[in-house]
Every structure is written in structure tokens, then in C-alpha cells.
């Protein structure tokens, strides 16, 4: 046998070197298989069933927010849906970018622990992220009413119906909006036929997919009635509810445009009622913390009322301290409108309450017929201001009764003033009482032509509105405005009106119109006078957002007189 060469040998070297098993590969890690699909670990039911369990997945990426100040994870979602509705295709990873940073597109194989953290199926802690090449995912199509959103939880969403805004109290500190279905969503005891269960189904909140507070760059600033379309995003959960993330930005229209000024009332006798919404000089206290913010406060309550143009205008929650704030209020009024256009009563007995109801009116067009009176009936916490008018020169008298009846805060635990859980919460009781004792004033001290008004914590459906009612006084709103627009304030995303004017038998033949001015209600309160959350480019000395009530502006035409 002839002897190899030194060039042959070193080549046979090579090649044993490299058969040898020694020498191969790792496996790579996106050769390691998903152990179960997505739609096994979120199962048919609201929980997984694998909770504990450590499983690998495999889907696109369709959502990224892995950043701390984000939701410091991702969505991803298998893009071959199995065969059963109940099943969602997705799931979210709470993997920061430190475990490994992806981007939606990603194929992504994930290891962790299949959990349910307060309601949110997901895989927490995640041990290994591999990202093995790229994908996509359509956005499912889908309708509000939902019928359950459990079975799309963590999908990638499309509505391509037209939603319209009906929340937007956490705008500014959460980035959070509600959209709804078949427009706005009202409280249910505010009107006949509203279905509370349709009214959650018909909701969806959009969140900014952050955890920010306060967050500098914000969502469009957009007012309740505006119409949202091309809503597309993945669907988490939190704090209680499902929440979608948007992956594309959303379009809004504006079709609830601001006016300028209220709808033009017909009459010659124009009543107005406002809810300030703490107006106090008292810095500090329940509304201006500082000196600038009161500055500010005053010249939106000053542009709302001068907006109004009102002949006598029902005051609520201006500070009860003699007639400094509302004296105050005035001389900034007459400010800009002229010197005496102006006068405020003097309440003769606003009780204990920090805050008082008031009125303001015009000496140039109404005459006060005696003095102020007010009712000392413990029942009422802040007593009612009642005034008789005519038109100056004589005329038809009419009587306002001034009201701020008992709020729904601060519940008690137990007693008739408990919520019963009818849907009128809480002084339900209470308030009933001071609707008997208010009908209880008409009668005994034979007022001419009342006007009950302001702010009666109640909705139209409710108890003490029923009362007032059946005793002979007629809603004017619920007379003269138009269902769609008969709302004076928002809470949870449900309008109602609870600012009302209730007028006698006589002197409803001498309404001839009535509106009501939103200005307020529609407005997301990062445009209200506060400083230190809002954006301070937002505030603008307007009427917009002087208040979270609407005002109310009823014109009568009554006889005699003149002005």
C-alpha cells in the first residue's frame, strides 16, 4: 500500500473531524416545538385551562407593547384558527424587551406559565421568546352588541361599524375612551326603554396601551357624540373589563359640533339654571386650589353665563359664604356685559351646607316682588331660594324655586336612604321628601306660576321627578327638547339629565320653548380650569367645560309689563 501524503492525510482529518458527533450542531431553538396551540390554553371557558402549567405556543405577533411604560408585553395570535367559536386565537406575553424584543409580524415560539391574572388570560413569568421568521394575521371583523367578548380575547379586532364616544372621563389621565353602538348610551331610570345589559354590550373602552398617568402626548381630545371608524386593535383586559388596544389610529368625526351659543329660546322672559361646579373664592377648599386656577375658573363661568344671556339665572354649589363668591361671580359678569346688568339676591337662610344655591338677574328687564324667602324644613341640607318676578313694568308674576336636592354620594350602609339597587342610588329617600316639602311651598304659600328648577340629583324617571310630576308640575324639558338632546350631565358613560325645570299648570301655556346648552357634559374634563393634570395648551377662557352640568334655558312669553 502506498503511503498517503501529508496533504491527503490532513483532508481525511477533516472529514472524520467533522462526522464525528462531538462536532455537530445544537439544536437550534425554534426547532423546539410548541407544546400546546393557543386556543388550548385559553379554552372554551373565562379562565385557562392550563393555569400553572408551563406551555410553548406559536403565533404572529399582532400587537407590541413591551416597553415599562407600556403593558410590558405582547399579543401574539395563532393564524390558523381551530374549529371551535368559544376558543380565542390569541394570547398575550408579558415579556418585556429585555426577555427579547419583537415587533408585530414576528412568528414568535413562547415559553411561560399559562395564567389568569385578574381576569386576563396570559403567559407570565415568560422564560424563552424565539423569534423564528414572519407572519400575519387579518384583523377578525366584529359587531357591537357583543355577545361575550371572552371568545376574542387577546384577537386582533376590526369594527367597521361607526362607534360613537361615550366616555371620556379618564381621556387625560389614562388615555381611555368608550365607543358605543346605535350612538350615545343613556342612564336608564333618565328615559323609558333603556336596556342597562345592551347598554354594556353596546360598549367598548379604548385604551392607549400604556400604564402612563397623565401622559404627555394624548388621544385625540374628541367630545362625547363624535363617531369613531377604522377601529382596529387587539383586545386585553384590566381593572375589570375588556379594553382594545389600538394598532392603527383611529379616525374621528366631529358630528356633536360645539355651539357657539345655546339654541335661540323663544319668549320675553328668558330662565336660565347652571350648576357651577364649585364656585368658591375660598382657595383651597372644594374648588380652586390656587389663585391662577380661580382666575381661570372665573372666566369660564363668566363666558358660560354670558353666553346664556339669561333674564334670571338658578345658581348650584357656589360657596356659602355670605355674598362673597357670588358677589364676585356678578362683578365679573357685569364686567363684561356692563356695569348693573347684573344683581344677585341675598339668600335669607342658605343653611349649613358649604355650598348654597343662588340666583342672579337682570334689574333692566325683571322686577322682584318682595323679598327673598327660603324654606327652614330640616328635610332640605341646603335650602331652596324662592323669588317672584314680574317683567319690569308689571306683568304676569311668575316664581322661581331654586334647588340643589341631595346628592348620591357617600352612601349610607343601611336605611330607605341605602341603594335599593333600582338604579337611583343612594338619598333616594331623602330626595323623594324634598320633592313633598317643595310641592308642599307651592301650596301653602300659594306662589304664582312656579318654576321648580336646578339641580334635582335626580333623572327624569326617577322617584322625585315622578313626585313633582304627580303633583301637578310639567317637565319642560321633557316638553319643549328632543329626546337625543334632553341630557344635562355624564356619569359612567351614560348621559341623563338631572338638571330640571318643572313648571305649574298656568304658566306651562306661557312656555314657549326650552333647551338645553351642552357645553359641559360633552366636554372631557382635561378642558375644565384645572392645572395640575391638565395639558396646558387645552385651556381656553370659554365657557367649555366651566362646569360637568349643562345649563337649561326656558323661554316664557308672559303678558303686561315690558323690557
Known amino acids: 500500500m502506498r503511503a498517503l501524503s501529508r ?75 381551530d374549529a371551535d367559536p368559544a376558543t380565542s386565537e390569541g394570547l398575550f406575553a408579558y415579556a418585556r424587551e429585555s426577555v427579547k424584543n419583537v415587533k408585530v409580524g414576528d412568528r414568535v415560539l413562547v415559553t411561560g406559565r399559562a395564567t389568569e391574572y385578574n381576569g386576563w388570560t396570559e403567559l407570565s413569568p415568560v422564560t424563552a421568546v424565539d423569534v423564528c421568521g414572519t407572519g400575519s394575521v387579518a384583523a377578525q371583523p366584529y359587531k357591537l352588541p357583543s355577545g361575550g367578548l371572552e371568545p376574542v380575547e387577546n384577537m386582533l379586532l376590526t369594527f367597521p361599524q361607526p362607534l360613537t364616544v361615550s366616555e371620556h372621563y379618564n381621556l387625560g389621565r389614562y388615555g381611555e375612551v368608550t365607543l358605543s353602538s346605535q350612538g350615545r348610551l343613556f342612564q336608564p331610570t333618565d328615559r323609558p326603554g333603556v336596556d342597562p345589559a345592551l347598554n354594556k354590550r353596546r360598549s367598548l373602552l379604548i385604551d392607549d396601551g400604556s400604564t402612563r398617568e397623565n401622559p404627555a402626548a394624548l388621544p385625540p381630545v374628541v367630545r362625547t357624540g363624535d363617531v369613531a ?152 341640607s341646603r335650602p331652596p331660594l324662592i323669588q317672584t318676578f314680574h317683567r319690569k313694568g308689571g306683568g304676569q308674576p311668575f316664581t322661581m324655586l331654586v334647588n340643589h336636592l341631595k346628592s348620591k354620594g357617600t352612601c349610607p350602609s343601611g336605611g330607605p336612604d341605602a341603594d335599593q339597587g333600582d338604579g337611583q342610588s343612594c338619598w333616594n329617600a331623602t330626595r323623594v321628601k324634598q320633592a313633598q316639602a317643595l310641592l308642599g311651598i307651592v301650596e301653602d304659600q300659594d306662589l304664582p306660576n312656579p318654576i321648580v328648577l336646578g339641580d334635582l340629583n335626580a333623572y327624569g324617571e326617577e322617584d322625585p321627578i315622578d313626585t313633582l310630576e304627580a303633583g301637578g308640575l310639567t317637565s319642560v324639558t321633557k316638553r319643549f327638547v328632543p329626546a337625543p338632546l334632553r341630557y344635562s350631565y355624564l356619569f359612567d358613560g351614560l348621559a341623563g339629565e338631572l338638571d330640571h325645570a318643572l ?61
Open 503 to 563: 313648571v305649574g299648570r298656568q304658566l306651562l301655556k306661557r312656555v314657549t320653548s326650552a333647551t338645553i346648552w351642552h357645553i359641559n357634559s360633552d366636554e372631557p374634563r382635561i378642558r375644565d380650569y384645572n392645572m395640575e393634570y391638565n395639558p396646558p395648551g387645552l385651556y381656553q377662557p370659554d365657557a367649555y367645560r366651566s362646569s360637568d352640568h349643562d345649563p337649561l334655558i326656558i323661554g316664557l312669553t308672559l303678558p303686561g309689563g315690558k323690557g
Open 229 to 380: 371608524s377604522g377601529v382596529t386593535g387587539v383586545l386585553g383586559y384590566g381593572f375589570g373589563t375588556y379594553r382594545l388596544q389600538p394598532t392603527q389610529p383611529i379616525d374621528y368625526k366631529n358630528a356633536n359640533p360645539r355651539l357657539p351659543k345655546p339654541f335661540p329660546v323663544i319668549g320675553n322672559v328668558k330662565v336660565a339654571s347652571l350648576n357651577t361646579l364649585n364656585w368658591f373664592t375660598t382657595l383651597g377648599s372644594r374648588g380652586a386650589t390656587n389663585a391662577e386656577e380661580q382666575r381661570r375658573q372665573l372666566a369660564k363661568l363668566v363666558a358660560a353665563l354670558k353666553g346664556l344671556d339669561a333674564d334670571a339665572v338658578a345658581l348650584m354649589e357656589v360657596e356659602n359664604n355670605g355674598q362673597t363668591a357670588l358677589q364676585t361671580l356678578v362683578d365679573a359678569l357685569n364686567a363684561e356685559v356692563g356695569a348693573g346688568t347684573y344683581a344677585a339676591l341675598t339668600h335669607p337662610y342658605p343653611g349649613t351646607d358649604a355650598i348654597q344655591v343662588a340666583l342672579i338677574y337682570k334689574p333692566g328687564k325683571l322686577t322682584p316682588v318682595g323679598e327673598p324667602k327660603a324654606s327652614q324644613d330640616p328635610v332640605f
Open 7 to 81: 496533504a491527503s492525510l490532513a483532508a481525511l482529518v477533516v472529514v472524520a473531524l467533522s462526522a464525528s458527533p462531538a462536532a455537530a450542531d445544537p439544536a437550534a431553538p425554534c426547532d423546539t416545538p410548541a407544546s400546546h396551540r393557543i386556543a388550548q390554553v385559553q379554552g372554551s371557558g373565562a379562565a385557562t385551562p392550563l393555569s400553572g402549567q408551563t406551555v410553548r405556543v406559536e403565533g404572529v405577533v399582532t400587537g407590541d407593547f413591551q416597553r415599562t411604560d407600556q403593558l410590558s408585553g405582547f399579543f401574539l395570535q395563532d393564524p390558523r384558527p
